[in-house]
């Protein structure tokens, strides 16, 4: 017989019974070496096992007409215990430490021989089944492929084990011998120089296949119902080779194919996994739970190890090719087993999310994996985990908000579901999409990890974005006037804060339950009717904008973009700002981020005049800004939008939106954004040198100088012209000519045309030349042109004058200039010098003599004499004071003259006549010595608005020509920071920050403290000029100026001189009035200027700040150097409130932001490691520092505080509660000397802690008050507490999402030391009624008595009350006196408040004293 001659290969009768005994004894975990003769004898036959497979493979069919193998094996006297232990030994050959390639085979094919004779009948009554060699059996595949080299992979890995082998490469091994993953308790190594070649692997595949196709068919009548551990194994093996190589095509998973059809291993472990799912295997759900927990981490990308947690897999193609396999595995066990799976499909999306990682990748995986696996539930199971998803969006933990946020969103891309009746009431709310936008993508917009309230700004734009209406419609809802139903939108912060716990039932794979905290009420009716206005809304999302963070500004930018879009916000000037402000923003990755927001939005609504605006003002003063990347994002911008689609005009066609889109854009620049003209110009100078503007762009930009885009060509023009390599200069002069014959001037295409000639002028012959000076003369002479034209005439004359000769360019300057200055002077004499020609004079015509006058002036200074200077300047004083003599009269030599007097000219006149009075002072040194002093004045007791603001120009201006002799003026110039008029005020900061940023100007004397009292000016848009100006501009050229100017702001700012060092400048007693924020009514304005400096101070300037205000403050007080009076108590209770700020404690020492959990990566890691040992090296040195120099200072002036019984003390000790908080456990070794104050300090610090919990459960009832409703008395049991409420969820086992009252976080510490000294020490019952707070009123005739004041009359539904006792009086209709209430009130003891302990009586019994009487004697 063929299969006895197979047998007889192996050499059965040859191998001894001791050692088939001993393998046995061994139960197949150790096997002594076999005889090397009878090993060498079977190896000689390389396919002796395979032989013995196909012989015996017919003995495994149903075949009734097949004689049995064991009766076969009885007659020819072979023992299948023999057969099982050689088998045994070759299996085990492939376990050793670095098997050969024959050995790999061996075991293979002699493992799939016993996985054969286990399949036919009676092997399990013949003994050949064992569960430890079964499972060796099943470890073989992963232990025979060759795994890669190197040591066991660490824990942050991201490299996948299999790696090169689906490719049939095999990387080099390291030199040093590397540990394998451990198997079955056994600690191999790969040996060093083993090498597979494509053939090799090969074979081991085809071993690999044929040992799974056996156990395949093994386990269609093979059951493991008894075999958990044999189960886990098999669905161990199959799951890992579902990644084990890439199918070609679809996987199918139908158990109907023939097993021989399947090629690849993942279709032959799907069908694996497959057959484990059945009956035959286990009655209920466990081996079902056991695939589904194993295809959990296919899911989730991860491999999984023994004795070590799971590690990510790098997302390869072949990794996520098998996560979607995983997928659709599961969806096909669902569909043909749907009522037995669904609560292992529940489960399992539960573990999907709690399993998660904080990796962006592999979130957006994991989501859709979530969002394809609930499209296999019915509504019910659908509801009920969308119920169990917003319980763990209000998870602590970033990774876990982050994920809901995810999966929320590829469920709003899926159709909404319609409730029919197989839905639960109670559940029904959670099934439209409305629930998911408002209730976990809305309400984490305010999430106190910025990371997650970025990306929930992110979703919120992106569900705009969807193709789904309904989403759409959710978010207009939010955005609109009518009252929403949603959860109360203020609660996030306290929600986030709360500490949540989770079962970690990974490994058991059961239902997660996740539980909530205490004051979340019980049942999804606790969706409240809140009423969101639009406007509030905005407000919100302005303030998102401002966001500390980068990130969660960028996302809420593009939220708004996204609004803006849509049209859900109306596109207002206001809303639109919002964008074109942050172009500004101090992070860059903002700026470029704002930028893209308005290309998106221009792209969107090319039509909008509104958008095309803020596109302009918020990418072109982006050309300037500081950094380079920002500018070519603005360059890029600009040219993509406009000068890509400027063509000819006979290509431009009104159907193409780009076309027609860039012309507006230019339009607009040329009329309502004038003033962003030199922001592009300098786009144009950075393009000049690039030859970006070719002749065909020139001459198609030509053809457009006639026509409505006439205008925006020239203005084009006008910034091309001096860079253009050719220009047809004829059409130019022809546009002038029709220019100035028109008798109707736009004022910007002038001005363009003008600065077009001038940019010409040297191309130009000598007759050219001389006709448009000609027409510039006469035009000009007319003086009836804007003073814009006015301007851009004098201009283009000065440019024509320019020759190769200096001499001759003055002749130019002086003639024709000269004629101007002529002509003004003859007009100005006729208005002044004749009787009443003040009277009656033209004020416009006025004005522009007056400007050309001033611009004419610049350029000729010879021509201009006396008798201007003095005509200018009797248009700023008195009719009557005669001020220019008669023609033919003597000048006089000065005229003295204190200040500008109001006389009969206009406002209007009198400030040009100051701007033209400083351009002539401007050129002549002897003038402004004689103005200067003039203009002080003027600064001080002037009037009028117009000609302040024109003369703080002014004097800027002269401090630039005439530094030195201005800069005794500068304090006149910064008094202007507290102007009674807002304009001149920031006028004033503009001007003064140009001549710090060019250091014309230096920090001196008040300057500083100056600009510091702008900070808290009442007009909110100066105070943040003041803020940028400081902080972004003056700054960076100085680092140290805020630190070095702190210590004289405490004094200054609270008018204390008597340091014989600080605050010694000079003032007058109008500008101390002027800039004093002295007293306690202007303690918050002090306060904010303390806190904005700190804020930008370093660690270092901190550490030294607070050493010098010792020395230099207080240490002045213990020398007696500074008497302890009430200004000095001021300036002492100033200083321990400033050391008392949040603002002083160094970063370092900080923790990390709330809410922010450490990523779990290598750099976060050191990160941390790097922040703990810097935090405690600045510890141990801040504390050094504060016992040797800041102790001995505080005990010393308490000594003295207390002498004087001064008031300061509370400041004293509210100051040494905040400090002592980083020192709590070391308060007597600090205070050694003074064990009073350690006493103190240490009683003090415990009152803080108690009071600060109070003072949270306290706003915690006051918050629950101040949003709950009331409800009539209804029948039945009210819900009392979230401890009684009923767990909806059922079977299921999952969380309710309950509704919880905003509240303050945990964690509030008063901001400044001022907020300790304002700390209650009464009682501890506070009353919390208020207008706004509801009265409960008696539903009962009678009077009640006796009621405590806790026990409301009514029954309030969905009401937790705090600890705390609230007060709830009792009103009736008619009205109670008094003493009436009083009776009616049953007052009681606060929880918190200890019951008095009873009195110890000394009293003894008579058996007592007789017992003691014995003992005595």
């Known amino acids: 017989m063929e299969l006895i001659r197979a047998l007889q290969l192996l050499k059965l009768h040859s191998v001894s019974t001791a050692w088939v005994d001993a393998v046995w004894d061994f139960e197949f975990t150790h096997t002594d070496p076999l005889d090397p003769v009878i090993e060498e004898e079977i190896k000689e036959d390389p396919n002796v096992f395979k032989t013995i497979y196909m012989q015996l493979l017919p003995f495994s069919n149903d075949d009734d007409n097949t004689q049995s193998v064991w009766v076969v094996f009885g007659e020819n006297g072979v023992s299948a215990k023999t057969l099982v232990a050689v088998l045994s030994y070759f299996i085990l050959s492939a376990k050793a430490k670095s098997p050969s390639l024959e050995q790999r085979l061996c075991g293979l094919q002699a493992a799939s021989l016993y996985l054969l004779l286990l399949k036919i009948p009676g092997s399990v009554a013949n ?57 079955d308790d056994d600690e191999d190594e790969e040996e060093e120089g083993v090498y597979f070649s494509a053939q090799d692997l090969l074979k081991l595949r085809d071993g690999i296949v044929l040992l799974v196709r056996t156990l395949l068919r093994l386990l269609e009548k093979f059951s493991l119902r008894d075999k958990p551990q044999s189960a886990d194994s098999c669905v161990q093996l199959f799951t890992e080779l579902t990644n084990f190589e890439p199918v070609i095509g679809d996987v199918s998973f139908s158990q109907e194919r023939n097993i021989d059809q399947l090629q690849s291993l993942p279709e032959l472990s799907y069908h694996g996994l497959g057959l484990l799912c059945s009956t035959i295997h286990g009655e209920g759900d466990e081996c079902r739970r056991r695939v589904f927990r194993k295809l959990l981490y296919v899911i989730l990308m991860m491999k999984t190890q023994e004795r070590s947690k799971p590690c990510l897999l790098a997302a390869s193609q072949a990794v996520c090719g098998a996560r979607d396999q995983a997928i659709l595995f599961i969806s096909h066990i669902v569909d043909e087993q749907k009522e037995a799976t669904l609560p292992l499909l529940r489960i399992l999306v539960q573990h ?229 402000d942050r172009c500004r923003d101090p992070a860059v990755s903002v700026k470029k981020k704002a930028m893209q927001c308005l290309m998106d939005l221009l792209a969107a609504l090319p ?118 390599p050719k220009l047809n200069y004829g059409t130019v002069l022809e546009t002038w000519e029709n220019t100035i014959r028109s008798p109707v001037v736009s004022v910007a295409m002038t001005c363009h045309i003008l600065s077009v000639l001038g940019d010409i002028a040297s191309n130009l012959n000598d007759d050219t030349k001389s006709r448009i000076v000609d027409d510039l003369m006469g035009w ?235 900070l808290v000016d009442p007009d909110p848009s100066i105070a943040d000029l003041c803020e940028y100006c400081l902080v972004d501009l003056l700054l960076k050229k100085s680092p140290l100026m805020f630190s070095q100017h702190f210590i004289e702001c405490i004094f200054h700012f609270n008018s204390y001189e008597k340091h014989k060092k600080y605050n010694k400048f000079p003032q007058t007693e109008s500008e101390k009035i002027k800039f004093s924020l002295k007293g306690p009514q202007n303690q918050g304005k002090r306060f904010r200027i303390y806190r904005f400096l700190l804020k930008n101070f370093t660690d270092e300037q901190r550490f030294n700040i607070t050493t010098k205000i010792c020395q230099d403050i207080l240490a002045s007080f213990v020398d007696s150097e500074l008497p302890l009076d009430s200004e000095g108590s001021e300036l002492l209770a100033d200083t321990f409130d400033i050391l008392s700020l949040k603002e002083m404690k160094l970063t370092a020492m900080s923790g990390p932001a709330a809410g922010e959990e450490p990523q779990e990566d290598e750099m976060a890691m050191a990160k941390a490691v790097l922040q703990v040992a810097q935090k405690k090296l600045v510890s141990q040195v801040q504390k050094r520092n504060f016992v040797e120099n800041v102790i001995p200072i505080i005990i010393s002036l308490k000594n003295m505080l207390e002498e004087q019984h001064s008031p300061v003390l509370k400041h004293l000790m509210a100051y040494l509660q905040v400090t002592m908080q980083d020192y709590r456990s070391e308060v007597k070794e600090l205070f050694a000397g003074d064990e009073q104050l350690a006493a103190e300090v240490e009683y003090n610090l415990k009152q803080f802690e108690k009071e600060k919990q109070q003072q949270q459960e306290q706003q915690q009832m006051e918050n629950q008050l101040a949003n709950f409703t009331m409800s009539p008395r ?40 001022d907020a300790l000294r304002r700390r209650t020490y009464a009682g501890m019952i506070t009353p919390v009624r208020t207008q706004s707070s509801p009265t409960v009123f008696s539903t009962g005739r009678g009077k009640q008595v006796g009621r405590a004041i806790s026990t409301p009359q009514a029954s309030i539904n969905e009401v937790t009350f705090g600890e705390q006792v609230s007060a709830i009086c009792n009103e009736s209709r008619g009205g109670n006196k008094v003493g009436d209430e009083e009776e009616s009130v049953l007052h009681l003891m606060s929880p918190e408040q200890q019951k008095p302990v009873p009195r110890q009586w000394n009293v003894e019994s008579p058996l007592v004293q007789k017992r003691r009487s014995k003992k005595r004697l």
């Open 1274 to 1313: 209804q029948t039945g049991n009210a819900v009392a507490s979230p401890a009684q409420a009923a767990n909806v969820g059922g079977q299921t086992g999952f969380a309710t999402p309950q509704n919880r009252h905003a509240a303050k976080g945990p964690t509030q510490t008063p901001k400044s030391a």
């Open 780 to 1014: 000009m002479k007319t003086f009836s042109l804007p003073l814009e034209v006015i301007s851009s005439c004098v201009d283009t004359l000065v440019r024509f004058a320019r020759s190769e000769s200096t001499q001759d360019t003055l002749r130019f300057l002086d003639r024709f200039c000269g004629e101007l200055v002529s002509v003004c002077e003859s007009y100005l004499s006729g208005v002044i010098l004749k009787e009443k020609g003040a009277e009656n004079i033209n004020e416009d015509l006025l004005v522009k003599h007056l400007y050309t006058l001033g611009a004419a002036s610049l350029h000729c200074p010879s021509k201009v004499g006396k008798r201007i200077f003095l005509l200018v300047q009797s248009v700023l004083t008195p009719s009557e004071q005669q001020l220019v003599p008669a023609e033919g009269d003597e000048l006089p030599a000065s005229q003295p003259l204190s200040q500008f007097k109001p006389n009969s000219m206009p406002t209007v006149v009198r400030a040009h006549a100051v701007m033209t009075l400083g351009k002539l002072c401007l050129q002549h040194e002897e003038l402004m010595l004689k103005y200067l002093p003039v203009f002080a004045r003027e600064l001080e007791v002037g009037t009028e608005l117009a000609v302040r603001s024109n003369v703080v120009v002014v004097m800027c201006d002269l401090c630039v020509r005439y530094t030195n002799t201005v800069t005794r003026y500068i304090p006149n110039i910064s008094a202007c920071l507290r102007d009674k008029e807002p304009i001149v005020r920031e006028q004033t900061l503009i001007m003064l920050t140009n001549l710090l940023q060019e250091e014309y100007v230096k920090w001196k004397g008040a300057l500083f403290f100056r600009f510091a009292v702008a």
């Open 352 to 580: 999907i999310c709690h399993q998660m990682v904080e990796k962006s990748e592999y979130r957006a995986s994991g989501a859709q994996a979530v969002g394809k696996l609930m499209a296999k539930m019915p509504c019910q199971d659908y509801a009920a985990i969308v119920k169990w998803l917003y319980s763990y969006s209000r998870n602590n933990k970033v990774a876990f908000r982050m994920f809901a946020l995810d999966v929320s969103m590829v469920l709003l891309e899926q159709s909404e579901r319609d409730v029919d009746d197989t839905v639960d009431p109670e559940l029904a709310v959670f099934l439209p999409h409305r629930f998911l936008v408002h209730n976990i993508i809305y309400n984490h917009r305010n999430d106190v990890s910025p990371t997650v309230r970025g990306h929930a700004l992110h979703c919120l734009a992106q569900c705009l974005e969807l193709g789904s209406q309904n989403a759409t419609k959710c978010v207009h809802e939010l955005f609109s006037n009518s009252a929403q139903t949603m959860l109360d939108s203020g609660r996030s912060d306290q929600t986030l804060k709360r500490r949540e716990t989770v079962q970690k039932s990974a490994l058991t794979f059961r239902t997660i339950e996740l539980t909530k905290h205490k004051s979340i009420a019980t049942t999804h009716r606790s969706v409240m009717n809140t009423s969101l206005q639009n406007e509030e809304t905005m407000t919100l999302f302005k303030k998102h904008v401002s966001d500390p963070k980068t990130n969660a500004r960028k996302n809420a930018l593009e939220t708004v973009m996204s609004l803006l879009k849509h049209g859900v916000i109306s596109c207002s000037a206001e809303n639109l700002n919002i964008l074109s």
């Open 607 to 724: 039509e909008n005049i509104e958008v095309q605006e803020a596109w302009l003002r918020g990418v072109l003063p982006a050309v300037m800004d500081s950094e380079s990347s920002v500018q070519e994002k603005a360059l890029e911008c600009l040219d993509h939008v406009v000068i890509a689609h400027i063509k000819s005009q006979g290509k431009y066609r009104d159907g193409d939106t780009s076309q027609k889109l860039a012309w507006e854009l230019l339009g607009l620049m040329c009329e309502k954004c004038q003033d962003l003209s030199r922001y592009f110009s300098k786009a144009f100078s950075v393009w000049a040198p690039q030859q970006k503007f070719t002749p065909a762009f020139v001459n198609g930009l030509l053809s457009h100088t006639e026509g409505e885009k006439a205008a925006a060509a020239w203005l084009l023009l006008a910034k091309i012209a001096s860079c253009s």
């Open 127 to 183: 003994k050949v089944y064992h569960q430890i060699l079964f499972d060796t059996c099943l470890n073989m595949p992963l232990k025979c492929w060759p795994q890669e080299s190197g040591k066991k992979r660490k824990k942050d890995s991201l490299k996948s084990s299999q790696g090169d082998s689906k490719t049939g490469k095999r990387s080099k091994p390291p030199k040093k011998v590397s540990e394998e993953m451990e198997i």
